[in-house]
């Protein structure tokens, strides 16, 4: 059974930099897209990005200039790194497991969520 | 930024048939990119419901079920329960912006 265990700050300050880690626990790390997907409070999904066990990333191009996925493949980790910190980024923020191919990917295993809160 | 419209809300009474779309665009649905739906209780992180337009995971009652035609796909529940009240999202691939996107979201409120 895979399971996502995620972790970090849930309070920070305008300007200061969001940073999230999800661990893998269960079935293969590698092949998968590893996902960031966030949720303002009574709003949609919006997805953030994604990075394979390889280190190739993709980002939403709205947050692509502040956002920095990475992987740790021997620890099973996966970092979400959001620098510069408004109002505007406080929401849920979610790691999950993508499976697919070229024709598209689906976020099969998702963490917990943690709610982090941007305010001064 | 969504580029894939669901509408905001549907209901339903128990036992019957509802269902709601998901419109895309030709560089995303109508591209040929794979129509995923997830759902999402109050409190809760998203559920896989459907995936690769039409595909159910295993766990997934047979009462959920998935389509796509030209830019847009729909899911549909059948026998309504007050259970399956809750949040669905669509997600799909947009090629102009290489990413995946959401839907913004359709609230199911059973009756």
């Known amino acids: 059974q895979v399971q996502l265990q995620q972790w970090g700050a849930g309070l920070l300050k305008p300007s200061e930099t969001l940073s999230l880690s999800c661990a893998v626990y269960g079935g293969s790390f590698s092949g998968y897209y590893w996902s960031w997907i966030r949720q303002p409070p009574g709003k949609g999904l919006e997805w953030i990005g994604e990075?394979?066990?390889?280190?190739?990333?993709s980002y939403s191009p709205s947050l692509r200039s502040r956002v920095t996925i990475s992987v740790d493949t021997s620890k099973r980790h996966f970092s979400l790194n959001l620098k510069s910190v408004t109002a505007a980024d406080t929401a849920v923020y979610y790691c999950?497991?993508?499976?697919?191919?070229?024709?598209?990917?689906?976020?099969?295993?998702w963490g917990q969520g943690t709610l982090v809160t941007v305010s001064p | 930024q969504s580029v894939l419209t669901q509408p905001p809300s549907v209901s339903g009474a128990p036992g019957q048939r509802v269902t709601f779309s998901c419109t895309g665009s030709r560089s995303s649905i109508g591209a040929g990119y794979d129509v995923q739906w997830y759902q999402q209780l109050p409190g809760t992180a998203p559920k896989l419901l459907i995936y690769g337009n039409s595909n159910r995971p295993s766990g997934v009652p047979d009462r959920f079920s998935g389509s796509k035609s030209g830019t847009s796909a729909s899911l549909a529940i059948t026998g309504l329960q007050a259970e399956d009240e809750a949040d669905y999202y669509c997600q799909s691939y947009d090629s102009s912006l290489s990413g995946s996107v959401f839907g913004t979201g359709t609230k199911v409120t059973v009756l």
């Open positions: 990075i394979k066990h390889s280190g190739r990333t």
């Open positions: 999950a497991r993508g499976d697919g191919d070229y024709v598209g990917v689906y976020l099969d295993y």
